[in-house]
């Protein structure tokens, strides 16, 4: 089958290539992969940013969600047969949505939402999952309390806007000027003009701040939370936590000294720093797709390329150019 695949770590090391098709574990469903998303996720693993804590061998299959048909299950799998639509993002060291086959762990996965198309449905598993891990898990958001969501305009953050004005919160974002229009469609309260407004100086008192940036905008983010108030970063610096959810406590003093700058400003400023990394759940994503059917949530997407143009997408992506999700389209053929 036709996939793409990371040759070696490294901006130019993800080149189309002809490879086996997966082999079907009795847990597995072998999945005919429809659309799949890309995310930045992809290329922080293409380069190898993970490669000390996500033991990929090379030669591997790229791609973190995917919507497909069901083609083959597992001796032991029963709730999915043959012809059923389904979404997933697969767990880590088993990813490969980049591919026409792809075999996920039957506790990964879950049927599409039905409202939604094969494009709308592989856009959504990694950042709902994101959202609603961070929000519900992590934070444990409740109404009336106060969210800053950064780059709103993005894929993620257009879906934890949604997620939060859903739970109860009050919404703020950074984004352009030129996106306010759309955030607010989404739920978003207040928008702040990243570049007008430095949002450090017009926001305090807030409960929750996701950043998905990281940096001095990390940074700054420490300050306008409430006392208690905690800051989540999706792209680093990773905490001790992090370590015990790689199941590697022999890495947490290592983590602890690679956060351990954020992680005293928040002392000293009395709130609280946690690295979020998201997990496979198929459970998770069955709860998502009927917030999805019910019109709670809806997918963002910005464009698709078709499949032979997936380079073309990974590089809009990294350019920086996407207002919502990038998705890859396949054209069903039989085998």
């Known amino acids: 089958m036709k996939a793409f695949v990371v040759q070696k770590y490294g901006k130019s090391g993800l080149h189309a290539a002809?490879?086996?098709?997966?082999?079907v574990g009795p847990r597995d469903v072998l999945v005919?992969?429809?659309?799949?998303?890309?995310?930045?996720?992809?290329?922080?693993?293409?380069?190898?940013?993970?490669?000390l804590l996500l033991k990929y061998r090379t030669p591997f299959v790229l791609g973190h969600d995917f919507a497909g048909i069901v083609t083959r299950v597992g001796a032991e799998v029963r709730?999915?047969?043959?012809?059923?639509?389904?979404?997933?993002?697969?767990?880590?060291?088993?990813?490969?949505a980049f591919a026409e086959y792809i075999a996920v762990d039957d506790a990964d996965l879950a049927l599409k939402p039905k409202s939604l198309t094969m494009e709308e449905s592989a856009a959504i598993p990694l950042v709902a999952l994101a959202a609603w891990q961070a929000l519900v898990e992590l934070a444990q958001i409740k109404s009336g309390q106060k969210v800053l969501i950064h780059a709103g305009a993005g894929g993620l953050g257009s879906t934890v806007i949604q997620l939060a004005k859903h739970l109860g919160a009050y919404v703020a974002t950074t984004a352009n000027g030129k996106d306010a229009e759309k955030l607010r469609g989404l739920g978003a309260d207040e928008?702040?003009?990243?570049?007008?407004t430095n949002f450090a100086d017009s926001l305090s008192g807030y409960d929750v701040v996701l950043d998905s940036l990281g940096g001095d905008n990390l940074a700054k983010s420490l300050t306008v939370l409430k006392p208690g108030g905690l800051a989540i970063s999706v792209v680093g610096p990773p905490d001790p936590a992090f370590a015990a959810q790689l199941g590697q406590p022999l890495l947490k003093p290592v983590m602890a000294l690679l956060s351990w700058k954020v992680r005293a400003q928040a002392r000293k400023l009395g709130v609280r720093y946690s690295f979020f990394f998201m997990r496979a759940d198929g459970a998770q994503l069955k709860t998502l797709a009927a917030l999805y059917d019910a019109?709670?949530?809806?997918?963002?997407?910005d464009r698709t390329f078709p499949f032979d143009?997936?380079?073309?997408?990974?590089?809009?992506?990294?350019?920086?150019r996407a207002k919502g999700k990038i998705v890859i389209t396949m054209v069903p053929r039989d085998r």
């Open 191 to 196: 928008v702040i003009d990243y570049t007008k």
């Open 295 to 301: 019109g709670a949530l809806r997918p963002v997407l």
């Open 309 to 320: 143009e997936t380079l073309d997408a990974m590089a809009y992506v990294e350019q920086g």
């Open 79 to 96: 709730d999915y047969k043959v012809g059923d639509e389904v979404y997933a993002r697969p767990r880590d060291l088993r990813i490969g």
């Open 18 to 23: 002809q490879v086996v098709e997966p082999k």
């Open 32 to 51: 005919r992969v429809s659309a799949a998303s890309i995310n930045p996720l992809d290329k922080m693993v293409r380069n190898g940013e993970f490669k």
